[in-house]
């Protein structure tokens, strides 16, 4: 079975250029997050779905950051325009269901790496 | 709200020698906790987890973690470390209860095996 896929694994553009990153869930996975990993930091949730709907983004800066789980499956996360301390890793996850989450069952891709010049 | 401390930013040690890692957590709720691992250039995967019962929990490639309550820790134990156990080890928590599905993570303890 294939596991979360993002894309691109890295990813170099200059300041104020809009980025885009891309999440496949693993199928059947109804539960997806994006998380922010910045340099010698855990991880830190910036959304969550439950299906199509965003149930938690709360952390996410709506002033340059969006994204969308269109049909439940496949999801995007952009950032426009881009800045200097956006530089981190973008992590995708997945879950079978919300109560998952609370086994700690949550599977996560191998990450995007951003570089704003 | 949770919070997680690790005690270790780094943690080099020798080949086939005992390591721990340590966490603290801070909750004003009942909690469950995980270890989740990194390897280089790789996703987090979760190596084991306490939910209820027994407070020495088990988990993948020979390490477990023992849950003490009153001192609010999490500690990570392997009694003889391989090369490959070279990577970033992050503890985890969230509310064991109610809605806050809010996974809550430490800032990592990079642990380096040498020959």
């Known amino acids: 079975e294939a596991g979360v896929v993002q894309s691109p694994r890295y990813k170099i553009i200059e300041k104020k250029q809009p980025v885009a990153f891309w999440c496949n869930p693993i199928?059947?996975?109804?539960?997806l997050y994006w998380y922010l990993q910045n340099l010698g930091q855990g991880p830190e949730l910036l959304i969550r779905?439950?299906?199509?709907?965003?149930?938690?983004d709360s952390q996410l800066p709506k002033d340059r950051f969006s994204a969308e789980r269109l049909k439940g499956v496949d999801s995007t996360l952009k950032i426009q325009p881009a800045e200097l301390g956006d530089s981190a890793v973008y992590l995708c996850?997945?879950?079978?269901?919300?109560?998952?989450?609370?086994?700690?069952?949550?599977?996560f891709g191998e990450g995007s790496r951003l570089t704003v010049l | 709200a949770q919070s997680v401390t690790q005690l270790d930013s780094q943690v080099p040690v020798f080949e086939e020698a005992p390591v721990e890692l340590r966490c603290n957590y801070s909750?004003?709720?009942?909690?469950?906790l995980f270890w989740y691992v990194q390897y280089p250039n790789q996703g987090l995967q979760l190596l084991l987890k306490?939910?209820?019962?027994?407070?020495l929990v088990k988990g993948i490639n020979g390490f477990e973690a023992e849950f003490n309550k009153s001192q609010t820790s999490f500690h990570l134990r392997k009694p003889s470390v391989h090369i490959s156990d070279t990577a970033e080890y992050f503890c985890?928590?969230?509310?064991?209860?109610?809605?806050?599905?809010?996974?809550?993570f430490g800032k990592g303890t990079l642990l380096t095996v040498n020959p």
């Open positions: 909750s004003s709720v009942s909690v469950y």
């Open positions: 779905y439950e299906n199509e709907e965003a149930v938690d």
């Open positions: 985890a928590v969230i509310p064991s209860g109610g809605s806050n599905y809010k996974l809550t």
């Open positions: 199928s059947g996975h109804n539960t």
């Open positions: 306490y939910l209820s019962g027994s407070t």
């Open positions: 996850a997945s879950s079978h269901g919300q109560g998952a989450i609370n086994t700690g069952e949550l599977f």
